[in-house]
């Protein structure tokens, strides 16, 4: 493995290396305010956080990343045009796997642009791209904004399309929820039970719900239930649209295919597009780089565009040595009336050096 300094060392010359494009040295604190910021990761790094309380400040966390805190922070001065680089120690908690670290540095480049956030994505990717040239990985990108706009065209109710949006991340819950929208699965017996009105009197209270409450969401299932079925068609077109798996071109192409009979993709379709000829005008083959429907939604849910990822070839047990993706939505969450566009990527130097065998 790396040793400390190895990795500090590395970390200096990757983040030198943003700071001469024009990169402003962002400073963020090690402890974050967990109320702000918990509720805008995903429920991977939720689950993950090093949380402590405070009696001034409440609960506090271990930073998990750095891009929250320097969105939070960007958008407190303003949504001017910047770009901004770091380097230091994130801490996610590995109870699932504790062969991982749950300690490491973290270096990364946040670009805030409204000009072109196609030119905006492929500088963020050919800047990593180039800083990992001379080792054996392989790039994947995705769009999660086209699934969105997939899941924002169905024929069905805005509460189903909420609860499809929210579990694009949970990819397993979320095709189980467009089976059951579509009428392929049975209604678990419990809420079927609970819909006929089969409920005990007299049945004591459990739980913090209100009695109301409780009516509320029965209301909102009822409503459910009598929805009718999403078409066989468009949870094909979806499954379809999840099964894009090609080199750049040839995803295009078949994407292209698809926005024929999902017209709603269409916008995001050219974003990936306009994304494809920027990354070619800054040098990247995008003949042989993969492009996948589905990547990402195992990351951060605070990603709703462009996203990627660069994996060791030859060591599948290793996690990404870099990752990244625009999160436009974000900014506009924290920025108080105020967004810009915003896409960004980090690093694992403590990976790099390992993969080029340092002792």
Known sequence: MPQRADTRARAARLRAAFEAQGAVVAEVPLLQPAATLLDLYGEDIRARAYVTSDALRGEQMLRPDFTLPVVEMHMAHGAEAARYTYAGEVFRRQEQDPERANEYVQVGYEVFDRQDPAAADAEVFALIAQALESLPVEAVTGDIGVLMAAVDGLDTSGARKAALRRHIWRPRRFRALLERYAGRTAVPAARA???????????????????????????????????????????????????????????????????????????????????????AARGIATDAL????????????????????????????????????????????????????????????????????AP
């Open 193 to 279: 039970a609970l819909l006929a009105g089969d409920v005990i009197a007299d049945a004591p209270m459990i739980g913090l719900r209100t009695q109301s409450e409780i009516d509320a969401r029965i209301e909102v299932l009822r409503a459910d239930a009598n929805e009718p079925a999403l078409s066989a068609a468009q949870v094909d077109l979806i499954e379809a649209l999840l099964d894009v798996r090609e080199t750049m071109p040839y995803a295009l192409s078949r994407l292209h295919d698809l926005a024929v009979d999902m017209p709603e993709i269409a916008s995001a379709v050219a974003r990936v597009a306009d994304r494809e000829a920027a990354l």
């Open 290 to 357: 993969l492009f996948e429907a589905s990547y990402g939604r195992v990351s951060m849910e605070y990603y709703d565009g462009f996203v990627f990822g660069f994996r060791a070839t030859a060591r599948p047990d290793l996690p990404n040595i870099a990752t990244g993706g625009r999160y436009d939505a974000l900014t506009r969450r924290l920025g108080n009336g105020v967004e810009i566009p915003a896409v960004g990527g980090v690093m694992r130097p403590d990976l790099m050096l390992e993969l080029e065998g």
